[in-house]
């Protein structure tokens, strides 16, 4: 038996032979029944896809199992570690990995990137910025290097 857990360890889905099935889950869980699942955590109600995909119903986003929600805006700080001036961040995470967004700081303007996911990590660049978060709930904390700069950064979903 697998164990797979969607939406920052809110909701598990019990899969036996590749498929996924309906079960009861231990305290702290919820009950799944397919194709739908509800979270504690977040107050939410999921759509879980046969092809490993789940939707939140109260974002509206969509996430792969086992991977916390990224795609979105998301708004923050960074401040400098040697010597780049500190300033603010909105990033859109769009599906297919890429994203767009604006920054206030060493350099202002707009910008465009990449981005990709592994579990609760996501790292990629954004315009000449490379980065590498951790996302937590509505949380995202990380860093960012500029060049020779670098940078801590801490942003919270819109």
């Known amino acids: 038996m697998k164990i797979v857990r969607l939406a920052c360890s809110a909701v598990a889905v019990f899969c036996l032979s590749g498929s996924l099935v309906s079960a009861f889950l231990p305290s702290g869980w919820v009950y799944f029944g397919w194709p739908f699942a509800y979270s504690l955590q977040n107050t939410s109600w999921y759509y879980v896809s046969q092809d490993g995909w789940c939707y939140n119903y109260t974002t509206g986003q969509w996430s792969r199992l086992g991977e916390a929600e990224v795609i979105g805006t998301w708004t923050g700080t960074y401040a400098s570690t040697t010597g780049m001036r500190n300033g603010s961040i909105t ?18 303007g707009d910008f465009t990137g990449a981005w990709v996911q592994s579990g ?3 790292s990629g660049t954004a315009g000449q910025a490379q980065f590498t978060a951790r996302i937590a709930g509505s949380s995202m904390t990380g860093s960012m290097t500029f060049g020779s700069q670098d940078a801590t950064m801490s942003m919270a979903r819109q």
């Open 91 to 108: 990033i859109t995470f769009n599906a297919g990995g890429t994203l767009s967004g604006h920054n206030t700081g060493t350099t202002s």
């Open 120 to 122: 609760d990590i996501v």
